[in-house]
C-alpha cells in the first residue's frame, strides 16, 4: 500500500489541475486529445493521476488536449473505457461525445517499488483504425515519466525535446519594455479576493495582509484533508463563500490522503493578453518548502499557460512553468525569474495566457506575491543575436 501511495504522489506531482471547464468543440483539421481516467486497484486514484500526467506530457508535445472535467462532463452517464474495451466502442466515444481523433486509456498497478501500465491508443484519423495496445513496467516511480513519453510517442510520433536549461541570473538582467500586464500581480486590491484573480476559497487559498513584506500576498494550504476540500468544493459550487469556510481538520500520518499527496492547490490568474513570437519577463516572490537534492523534487511553481481558440473554443496550446525551489525551507522569502517566449507555431495562435500558481508537496503553507510579466525589450540596432 505504501508504494502504491507513493506512486499517486509521484504522478500527482508531475500534473497541473486545468481551470477552463467549458464543453468543447474541436477544430476539424487539428488532431484532439483525450486521455481517459486509466483503471487502478486504489479506486481509481493512481489511473486518475497517471491520465493528468498524460495530459500534461501531452501539451507540452504541443498536442490540443481536452482537460479532465470537460471529459468528465462529456462522458456523464456512460462508462469509461478500461484496458478490455474495444477500440471501435473507444473510436465511437471519441467521433460522438468529442469531434475528437486520439484517444489513450488502460490501466496502472502496483508492482513493487514501481508498477505495471497496461496503455492503448487509438489514432481514429485512419481507416482501418490505427490503434496499439503495449505494457510496461516502471521499477520505481522515476521511470513512469519515461514510459509516458513512450506511450506519447507510440501514439502521435512527437517526440519530447530537451527542457531548456534554466539561466535565472542571465534571465534577471534582461531588459523589459512597458508596464507590468499582471493586474495587481502584488496582491493589494480587492474586496473579499484579490482582484484580477480567481476567489479564494478559505480552506486552502487565502488572501493574507502582515505575512510579506511588501503587504498583502496570496497564501496557500496544501495541508488539507483531500475529503475536507472536495466536500468544501462542492459547498462553493452550491453558494457558499470562502468568509464560511470550515475550519481545517488537523492531518496526521504520511499525508498522502491530503492536497498536497494528491492533486495540490492550483490558483489562476484573470487572461493577459500576449503577442505570438514575443518574449516575456516573469518574476514572483515565494516562500515554503521542497524536497530537494535528491532524485526526484519537489517545489512550488508558477506556469504560464497559453489559451488558444480550437473550434471556437479556447483550449491550452501553450504551457511553461518557473520552478521555484525553496532554498531556505520557508525561512525566507525568495525571488526568481524567467524568460519565456510565446511560441509563433503553437497548435493555434496563443491569444492569452492565464498565470498559475501552484503548491502541493510537502504539505505546508506556501506564499506568492509581487507577479510580474514585461515584455522583453527589443536588443538595440547592430547587437541582434
Excluded at 186 to 202: C, L, R, T, V
Aim: net charge neutral.
Amino acid at each position: 500500500m505504501r508504494a502504491a501511495a507513493m506512486l499517486a504522489v509521484f504522478i500527482a506531482l508531475q500534473a497541473s489541475p486545468i481551470a477552463d471547464s467549458r464543453a468543447e468543440t474541436p477544430a476539424k483539421d487539428q488532431p484532439v486529445l483525450v486521455v481517459f481516467p486509466f483503471t487502478s486497484p486504489d479506486d481509481g486514484r493512481t489511473g486518475l493521476k497517471f491520465a493528468d500526467s498524460l495530459r500534461l506530457r501531452a501539451r507540452r508535445l504541443g498536442l490540443v488536449v481536452v482537460d479532465r472535467l470537460s471529459m468528465t462532463e462529456a462522458m456523464s452517464g456512460l462508462a469509461l473505457p478500461t484496458a478490455e474495451t474495444p477500440a471501435e466502442d473507444v473510436a465511437t466515444l471519441l467521433r460522438e461525445r468529442f469531434g475528437a481523433h486520439l484517444g489513450l486509456w488502460g490501466a496502472v498497478e502496483p508492482a513493487g517499488a514501481g508498477s505495471l501500465i497496461q496503455a492503448r491508443g487509438i489514432d481514429a484519423r485512419e481507416r482501418p483504425l490505427k490503434t496499439f495496445s503495449e505494457r510496461y513496467e516502471a521499477t520505481d516511480s522515476q521511470g513512469v515519466g519515461p514510459i509516458q513519453d513512450r506511450i506519447l510517442e507510440t501514439l502521435t510520433g512527437r517526440t519530447k525535446q530537451p527542457p531548456p536549461t534554466a539561466t535565472p541570473d542571465a534571465d534577471a538582467k534582461v531588459t523589459t519594455t512597458g508596464a507590468n500586464l499582471v493586474p495587481n500581480g502584488d496582491f493589494e486590491a480587492g474586496a473579499k479576493s484579490p482582484a484580477a484573480w480567481q476567489p479564494i476559497d478559505g480552506l486552502t487559498t487565502f488572501w493574507a495582509a502582515g505575512e510579506s513584506p511588501t503587504g498583502k500576498c496570496l497564501k496557500m494550504d496544501t495541508d488539507v484533508y483531500h475529503s475536507q476540500w472536495v466536500q468544501w468544493r462542492e459547498q462553493l459550487k452550491a453558494g457558499a463563500t470562502a468568509d464560511q469556510a470550515p475550519g481545517k481538520t488537523p492531518t496526521s500520518g504520511p499525508k498522502y490522503d491530503t492536497v498536497a499527496g494528491l492533486y495540490g492547490v492550483a490558483y489562476f490568474s484573470d487572461p493577459i493578453a500576449v503577442k505570438p513570437g514575443q518574449s516575456y519577463k516573469v518574476e514572483v516572490d515565494y516562500r515554503g518548502k521542497s524536497v530537494l537534492g535528491g532524485a526526484v523534487e519537489f517545489f512550488p511553481k508558477l506556469f504560464i499557460r497559453g489559451y488558444g481558440d480550437v473550434g471556437g473554443e479556447k483550449r491550452v496550446v501553450y504551457d511553461a512553468y518557473l520552478a521555484l525551489r525553496c532554498k531556505t525551507q520557508g525561512e525566507k522569502w525568495e525571488h526568481n525569474v524567467r524568460i519565456v517566449t510565446i511560441p509563433a507555431d503553437a497548435p493555434a495562435p496563443v491569444r492569452f495566457v492565464r498565470l498559475m500558481l501552484y503548491a502541493y508537496w510537502p504539505p505546508d503553507c506556501y506564499g506568492f506575491d509581487n507577479v510580474t510579466m514585461k515584455e522583453v525589450a527589443p536588443e538595440p540596432a547592430g547587437q541582434a543575436k
